[in-house]
């Protein structure tokens, strides 16, 4: 099967400092791999290991240094006129959703502004209502006109997925977005963008740092450290039987309640 | 489950203060465009006798030239109301247009827009209007309004520019370019309905300003001498020594009306900015 | 009785639409050289309660009610300039953001003596510098950075320099509040391995609280779980991992993806927290709760007491008025 997302030797290079003095910090190193049409792929490493630049320059946020990535056969544009095209292909829900949602704007402008601009020309307020449905505030009606800060950490996560999910993308780029929310709120969320994936047959990049999420989430899992790929494959095989040293040491640091109860 | 209803859902519509402002500034409206035709004296009408105090027939007595002051103040009214909101709505739109755009973009933009706002900032406003107006060919009421509308910008483009870069590092902006807004998009939808606040105290100061920069370029002798305006009426009582004579009735009132117009302005722009917060505001945790 | 007894402590909040209490009633007990976690959602209160047993509560924030008995002395009563000579010599908090709070002009060997000079009398400045060093080394910090400054230091590192401070006085018990929340795994991992050496070796009890309930069980001897300002279950680690009784801890547990095991759907737990304003008449967790009877929405669970440890749900109620819930939803 033809890959849905290729990613191609992607490098990114951050340069600080004055033009005397610049630094060159390399976020990102050579990292290639595939997404097909229905799967989850998990990108897991620590803070700073390069996994939220690589999801920024898949949603063209950010432009690579080198590389390329290819949707469909095609390279992604990064010509600002072609911003439109590329963003109803590849969606992303980012980590903070206290951030995330503009403080000034109504559940309805939230969804529907992206809507519009996508050129919808059904009735706004009705499909804002379905979407918030789907994603599980229900009933619509209380939602839709209320602001941010009228809603729970989860419901505003739920909204930005609704956001997403009306431009029906084919791809999302999930950035930790249950890092800051609490753990029974965050398992609603995992669900709810599983049964997602399925109902709207999206392939799904789930970046995080926790293995236990990833492996409830994804098929396949990208380990990075330092910017690079160091392990991946099978999510199950991986976490059983990890072969990179790097790999090892983050499933000895998870949390783990039965280990103490081994020893 | 049960619903809750916080006081949050913007079921009032106008705070105290709202009120109070807006109060105080549909009188002046009211007096600025009614006035005229309710004044008790024709503008400018000198035939009664100088220095009448306050009475039935002259509600605020009348100046050293024979003019019923209290007619002089409402047709003051109007000059001080137009410099007010004209001059404020020039300041905000080139405020609010040079302040986004060089918060907005980078680098040589951002930098050439500061360039000319440093620049002109190390000129003294009062000194360049004095300038300007002596040397403009009539200085009537609209070069008034225009050289204050356009020198007074600077401060409220620095202070744009700066909540807008505070604001272009938040995250709606990254998710507002993901679901593919152009710049100018972001800008207009995103970012400037945040700015409310900031451009809401710039206006309240803006426009006080401007009021009190026309009494005071009319207070030196430099704005159009056939206008009426509060600062003219004060201008009159000073170099005809009012307070030698005890007039208060002709130093009291306009300086009471430059002052309560003003306060007006703060009340309401205060008041807005709460009722704001209260509906925007940011959401509590407690843990 | 224990090292530390808090009994029916009560926080209230004044919030912008009215006063609620943010812990309501919490009672636990800390044993001598015993770590004892406090887990929860946000909002649950569990932070609340250690700042009200630090006496770090401001307002809105206000101590209304209960008893916190430290050594047989109740701290409740006492003066603030009373309670001086217990923190940081007897009871000291590490908070989550206290590494962001090193003061960053002055060196890090330095603050640490400034602490032991401030508080231990009888100490030379040079003593005190020793100590500040012996203590750094304790938390693996190398010998090399002893004299730096905080924003040279990572944030694990810096975190280690707050945990040598909590330790400087030889207290009895150091608070925790998410003390590594903010850090990688591998990091975090590292500085708990340290914690709970340094603490079997001086045998000090530590209060640890997070919301990371699969690392809690790994470390703590007892946890309290929490659950809008509410106490809804004591027990030991094992009994929690094994039989956990409250149905919110077996729904808090469920949330944890596994690393091992099947790999199954899991359902968290549905709804949302009450609104603490307003809370429900009956038991807190009714609403979201799988095994909700229809007197669990009238009446306030008791709180049983036994060997397993401590469990406030109708369902191992024995009073005359929750036989009905118990009775109830045992039927289904």
New interface residues.
């Given amino acids: 099967m033809k890959p849905l997302l290729q990613v191609n030797h992607v490098s990114k290079a951050f340069e600080s400092g004055s033009f005397l003095k610049k630094t060159r910090h390399n976020a990102v190193k050579d990292v290639s791999f595939t997404l097909h049409k229905g799967e989850v792929l998990a990108i897991v490493g620590?803070?700073g290991c390069g996994k939220s630049t690589l999801a920024r320059m898949i949603v063209n946020l950010v432009d690579p240094t080198s590389g390329e990535i290819l949707l469909d056969g095609r390279a992604i544009s990064r010509k600002p006129r072609d911003r439109k095209a590329v963003a109803k292909e590849i969606q992303m829900i980012f980590q903070d959703p206290f951030e995330t949602m503009n403080p000034n704007h109504r559940i309805l402008d939230v969804i529907g502004r992206p809507l519009q601009l996508h050129g919808e020309r059904e009735d706004i307020r009705k499909r804002v209502l379905e979407l918030l449905q789907k994603v599980g505030l229900a009933p619509a009606e209380d939602y839709i006109d209320k602001y941010a800060s009228q809603l729970?950490g989860?419901q505003k996560q739920r909204v930005m997925i609704a956001r997403a999910l009306g431009i029906n993308p084919r791809v999302l780029v999930a950035d930790e977005p249950t890092s800051m929310l609490?753990?029974?709120?965050?398992?609603?969320i995992?669900?709810l963008m599983l049964d997602l994936k399925n109902d709207y047959e999206l392939s799904l990049i789930w970046i995080t740092?926790?293995?236990?999420?990833a492996?409830?989430m994804s098929d396949n899992i990208l380990i990075m450290y330092g910017g690079q790929v160091v392990e991946r494959g099978d999510t199950?095989q991986i976490?059983a039987n990890p072969q990179h040293a790097y790999t090892q040491?983050?499933?000895?640091?998870?949390?783990?309640?039965?280990?103490?109860?081994e020893e | 489950?049960k619903k809750?209803n916080?006081?949050?859902d913007g079921s009032r519509r106008w705070n105290g203060k709202q009120l109070a402002g807006g109060a105080i500034l549909a009188f002046f409206a009211a007096a600025a465009f009614i006035g005229p035709l309710i004044a008790p004296y024709p503008k400018n009408d000198i035939e009664f006798e100088a220095w009448l105090t306050p009475s039935m027939k002259h509600l605020l007595g009348t100046d050293s030239y024979g003019q019923d002051v209290f007619s002089q103040l409402i047709y003051g009214t109007q000059t001080s109301f137009l410099v007010g909101v004209i001059a404020g709505f020039i300041t905000t739109i080139i405020g609010v247009l040079v302040g986004l755009t060089a918060g907005f973009y980078r680098k040589w933009v951002s930098d050439a827009l500061m360039f000319i706002v440093d620049l002109l900032l190390i000129i003294p406003v009062i000194a360049l209007m004095i300038i300007l107006a002596s040397f403009l060919p009539s200085m009537g009421l609209t070069s008034i309004i225009l050289v204050i509308g356009l020198l007074s910008w600077l401060y409220m483009a620095r202070s744009i520019r700066s909540q807008t870069l505070s604001e272009k590092q938040r995250g709606y902006v990254e998710a507002a370019r993901v679901v593919g807004m152009s710049n100018f998009e972001i800008m207009t939808k995103e970012i400037l309905p945040n700015l409310f606040p900031i451009i809401a105290a710039n206006l309240v100061s803006v426009t006080t300003q401007a009021v009190l920069a026309e009494a005071g370029l009319s207070f030196l002798g430099i704005g159009d001498p056939r206008s009426v305006s509060w600062g003219t009426i004060l201008t009159l009582a000073h170099t005809n020594n009012a307070i030698m004579y005890d007039a208060w009735w002709w130093i009291i009132p306009p300086g009471i009306a430059i002052a309560l117009f003003c306060y007006g302005f703060v009340l309401l722009g205060n008041g807005t900015l709460e009722r704001f917060r209260a509906k925007r505001g940011a959401q509590?945790?407690?843990? | 009785m224990g090292l530390l007894d808090v009994i029916d402590l009560q926080v209230e909040?004044a919030?912008?639409?009215g006063m609620f209490k943010?812990v309501d009633g919490v009672s636990f007990s800390i044993e001598r050289g015993e770590i004892f976690g406090l887990a929860g959602?946000?909002?649950?209160?569990?932070?609340?309660t250690a700042y009200a047993i630090s006496r770090l509560l401001r307002p809105p924030a206000r101590l209304v009610g209960g008893r916190i008995v430290f050594d047989g002395k109740e701290l409740t009563k006492l003066q603030e300039h009373e309670f001086q000579s217990y923190r940081w010599s007897r009871i000291s908090v590490v908070l989550q953001s206290a590494m962001n709070n090193l003061n960053p002009v002055m060196r890090i060997s330095s603050q640490l003596a400034d602490v032991i000079l401030a508080h231990e009398r009888g100490i030379t400045a040079r003593g005190a510098q020793s100590r500040a060093e012996q203590l750094l080394a304790l938390v693996e910090i190398p010998a090399a950075k002893l004299s730096s400054y905080p924003h040279e230091l990572s944030g694990g590192m810096r975190q280690r320099v707050v945990i040598a401070m909590a330790m400087a006085l030889r207290p009895e018990l150091i608070i925790m509040d998410e003390p590594t929340t903010a850090l990688?795994?591998?990091t975090?991992?590292g500085i708990v391995n340290r914690i709970i050496e340094l603490q079997k070796e001086l045998g000090f009890s530590i209060l640890f609280i997070t919301?990371?309930?699969?690392?809690m069980?790994?470390?703590c001897d007892r946890i309290g779980i929490m659950y809008a300002g509410r106490m809804a279950e004591v027990a030991s680690?094992?009994q929690l991992?094994y039989g956990a009784r409250h149905p919110y801890t077996q729904?808090?547990l469920?949330?944890?993806?596994?690393?091992?095991g099947p790999?199954v759907?899991?359902?968290?737990?549905?709804?949302?927290p009450p609104?603490l304003?307003?809370p429900p008449a009956g038991c807190r967790f009714e609403?979201r709760c799988q095994h909700a009877a229809d007197a669990c929405s009238r009446i306030e669970p008791s709180i049983i007491n036994d060997d397993k440890g401590m469990v406030a749900c109708h369902l191992y109620g024995f009073r005359e008025d929750s036989y009905e819930a118990v009775t109830a939803s045992q039927s289904r």
């Avoid at chain 3, 959602?41 to 609340?48: A, D, L, M, Q, Y």
């Avoid at chain 3, 919301?211 to 690392?215: S, V």
């Avoid at chain 3, 469920?254 to 091992?260: A, E, Y």
């Fill in positions: 620590e803070s729970s989860g609490d753990v029974s709120i965050g398992i609603d995992m669900n740092h926790n293995l236990g999420s492996r409830y199950e976490i040491t983050l499933l000895d640091a998870s949390p783990n309640p039965w280990r103490r109860r | 489950m809750v916080l006081p949050l509590q945790h407690f843990s | 909040y919030a912008p639409n943010a959602e946000s909002g649950c209160g569990k932070s609340t990688d795994v591998v975090q991992k919301h990371d309930l699969p690392l069980l790994e470390i680690a094992e991992l729904g808090l469920r949330s944890f993806p596994s690393l091992t790999r759907r899991i359902d968290g737990i549905p709804g949302s609104n304003i307003m609403s």
